[in-house]
Structures are given as structure tokens and as C-alpha cells.
């Protein structure tokens, strides 16, 4: 199966980029939308995505790596939800800011934008590359 590529939110006042490098590894729980959480469960090892810092920030500021995938939330006592581990695989050179995306007609179907309010996306290839050679690499 073809590496996929996602976006995860997560509001850096609770849990950051620089959390998560310092962990090494994290889970991603507490989602409670189906859409993000059918991306959740969809998710392979191996598979990237970018880490947006939401709320504060409001850019992309890294990309980790799916570590674990199809796991219980075990912030869930019915077990309903999932979640997955990541890793970080490295900081972007430079943030890519929700601005600038908006702003650029090359990504106006990104998920992130159609979906605003969906805390975990699908990233089309060809919107990983671009905005990958966008922040530097």
C-alpha cells in the first residue's frame, strides 16, 4: 500500500511540536469528530504528516510519522475511538502558515481549508511535496 500523507492539529499551548520531540514518541488521542477519526483508523505505519500548530501559530511546523497505527484511544472508556503514535521526523526549515495557504490557489482544496474545523486531514501528494519545497524542505 502507497504511503499516505495527513495534517494533525494540535493547539500547541496543550500539546507542541517541541512536546512531541521530547517525548520521541506520542499518542494521538482525544479526537471525537468521525471524519478525523475514520483518518485516524486509516492511517498505516510509515505513513507522514505535518504537525499544525492550531489556535496559536496556526502553521505547519513539522513532520512526524506515523509509528503505531489502528490503537485504542484509551481516553475513550467505551473504546469507540481511535488513535495512533507518531514520531517526529523532522522540524520544517520554515513554518507554513494558514495564511499563506489560504492565500496561495495552489492548496485551495486542501482539506485544512475546505474542512477547517477537521483536526486530522488527508494531504494529497502533490500538496505534500508542494508544500514541503514551499518551507525549505
Do not use: C
Not at 92 to 119: F, G, H, Q, Y
Request: hydrophobic fraction near 40%.
Amino acid at each position: 500500500m502507497a504511503k499516505r500523507y495527513w495534517l494533525m492539529k494540535s493547539e500547541p499551548d496543550a500539546y507542541s511540536w517541541d512536546d512531541l520531540v521530547a517525548e520521541g514518541e506520542g499518542t494521538w488521542d482525544g479526537v471525537r469528530n468521525h471524519r478525523a477519526a475514520n483518518n485516524l483508523r486509516a492511517m498505516q505505519v510509515g505513513d507522514e504528516a505535518f504537525f499544525y500548530h492550531s489556535n496559536i501559530g496556526k502553521e505547519i511546523v513539522g513532520i512526524a510519522a506515523i509509528s503505531k497505527a489502528g490503537i485504542a484511544d484509551q481516553t475513550d472508556p467505551e473504546g469507540k475511538w481511535a488513535a495512533v503514535k507518531v514520531k517526529p521526523v523532522r522540524k520544517l526549515k520554515n513554518p507554513v502558515t494558514l495564511k499563506e495557504i489560504k492565500a496561495d490557489p495552489n492548496l485551495s482544496e486542501m482539506e485544512l481549508i475546505r474542512l477547517s474545523r477537521l483536526s486530522v486531514a488527508v494531504v494529497t501528494p502533490e500538496e505534500w511535496d508542494y508544500i514541503v519545497a514551499r518551507s525549505g524542505g
